[in-house]
């Protein structure tokens, strides 16, 4: 059975400062998605990671995907309050297909601090 | 513009009733899913369908049912044999098979469940 782990589960961090999110998972996979949510709402698809050594960046964030040691990482750099949110990986059990049956995270809650 | 719409937002069931969910969505996405989202929990499975007319249990199936009648919309009911119902639930699309791996699901903005 697939477990994701996403570490910190809690994060208050200062505007301008630098950290990152780790989403460790159990078994092979080479698809993962990354998730934002802002409180009582929906969740908004960030980042799509398909293959070893992916990397993708929009704005201050930047996903990577390590499938060998099964890590995913979240980089916020220079965080602003804009980015308070859960952020949720989901990673695709199965490897393959389409975003299908995913299992999540617990999520990692972000609150950047003025 | 292309979306998913869940309704009611907010649904408050009385013991012993069965409440239905609805989600609807004009992406043309093959594939459907039901969520619940517990306080400071992630998302767990409850039921998906990859094409009409078929449907797959997820991980917490039980005291839930769906139907799959047509592409467009996948209504989730929370029977009574669902003791603890209060969660905010998501209703999710997506493209189906390996030729859109590289597409996320989309999510619905949710109906909070409580109970009276």
């Known amino acids: 059975e697939l477990k994701v782990e996403q570490n910190p589960l809690f994060l208050s961090m200062q505007e301008g400062k630098n950290y990152t999110i780790y989403c460790n998972y159990s078994t092979t996979s080479d698809r993962l998605y990354w998730y934002r949510q802002d409180p009582g709402k929906s969740l908004e698809s960030l980042f799509v990671l398909l293959s070893n050594g992916a990397v993708k960046q929009e704005g201050r964030l930047m996903a990577s995907l390590d499938t060998k040691a099964r890590l995913s990482t979240l980089h916020i750099t220079a965080a602003v309050h804009d980015l308070s949110a859960t952020y949720f990986c989901a990673v695709d059990p199965r490897g393959r297909g389409g975003s299908e049956k995913l299992v999540f995270g617990k999520g990692t809650k972000l609150t950047v601090n003025p | 513009d292309g979306g998913i719409t869940q309704s009611p937002k907010y649904l408050f069931r009385k013991e012993g009733q069965n409440v239905t969910l609805s989600c609807e969505q004009n992406?043309?996405?093959?594939?459907m899913y039901w969520y619940r989202q517990d306080p400071g929990q992630g998302l767990r499975l409850i039921y998906y369908s990859h094409i009409v007319n078929d449907f797959q249990k997820g991980d917490i199936a039980e005291g839930y049912s769906v139907s799959r009648e047509k592409k467009e919309s996948f209504p989730l009911t929370v029977t009574s044999a669902q003791k603890n119902p209060t969660a905010f639930y998501l209703c999710?699309?997506?493209?189906?098979?390996?030729?859109?791996?590289?597409?996320?699901?989309?999510f619905g903005d949710g109906t909070r469940l409580s109970i009276l």
């Open positions: 992406l043309n996405h093959d594939a």
């Open positions: 999710a699309s997506s493209l189906s098979g390996q030729t859109h791996s590289n597409q996320p699901q989309h």
